[in-house]
T-cell receptor, first 115, second 109 residues
Framework: DTGVSQNPRHKITKRGQNVTFRCDPI?????LYWYRQTLGQGPEFLTY????????KSRLLSDRFSAERPKGSFSTLEIQRTEQGDSAMYLC?????????????FGEGSRLTVL | GQQVMQIPQYQHVQEGEDFTTYCNSS?????IQWYKQRPGGHPVFLIQ???SGEVKKQKRLTFQFGEAKKNSSLHITATQTTDVGTYFC?????????WGAGTKLIIKP
């Protein structure tokens, strides 16, 4: 049984470059979430998919961030024109239950460092 | 906006001492979840509480959900080195999961 898979695990980039992260959820999970976590903080919600539909997006999310889940399976999170403040761990999670109603299964995360 | 306050931010304990973390929500919650994140790891689900006044136990861990469904606590009895990590609560309010900032459990050398 494979859990939630994320890659790359680490990404170092220069300010202004674009980066893309991929998440492969647990296969039967139709709900997929992206979170951002900085040191000493809890996960910060970014966006949520049910199947291929992006149902919710944080109002705090810059226009530079975009996420897709084209076939309702894997998802990508792209950050355009990265800034130093984007440095964080990007966590993907999947679930079967409706939002907030059941266990989230997290991946190992993709750590972004913007120089 | 909706918030879940979690205290303390850190707790240093001697191995064998108890540990407690508290969460308070500004709104009534449908349910609350608890997660553990080991250093360098990702959050791992521990438990979900749904009913008012609910108490659940997992070995040395005791979880409580307040009568008003606005607060919750996690108590660990006789901490061990394997308990080290950050414990997060996450409250469900209007189908949004609102996370506390976490309490880091540190075992004194």
């Amino acid at each position: 049984d494979t859990g939630v898979s994320q890659n790359p695990r680490h990404k170092i980039t220069k300010r202004g470059q674009n980066v893309t992260f991929r998440c492969d959820p647990i296969s039967e999970h139709n709900r997929l979430y992206w979170y951002r976590q900085t040191l000493g903080q809890g996960p910060e919600f970014l966006t949520y998919f049910q199947n291929e539909a992006q149902l919710e997006k944080s109002r705090l999310l810059s226009d530079r961030f975009s996420a897709e889940r084209p076939k309702g399976s894997f998802s990508t999170l792209e950050i355009q024109r990265t800034e130093q403040g984007d440095s964080a761990m990007y966590l993907c999670a999947s679930s079967l239950a409706p939002v907030g109603a059941g266990e989230l299964f997290f991946g190992e995360g993709s750590r972004l460092t913007v120089l | 906006g909706q918030q879940v306050m979690q205290i303390p931010q850190y707790q240093h304990v001697q191995e064998g001492e108890d540990f407690t973390t508290y969460c308070n929500s500004s709104t009534t919650l449908s349910n609350i979840q608890w997660y553990k994140q080991r250093p360098g790891g990702h959050p791992v689900f521990l438990i979900q509480l749904v009913k008012s006044g609910e108490v659940k136990k997992q070995k040395r861990l005791t979880f409580q959900f307040g009568e008003a469904k606005k607060n919750s606590s996690l108590h660990i009895t006789a901490t061990q080195t394997t308990d080290v990590g950050t414990y997060f609560c996450a409250g469900n309010s209007n189908y949004q999961l609102i996370w506390g900032a976490g309490t880091k459990l540190i075992i004194k050398p």
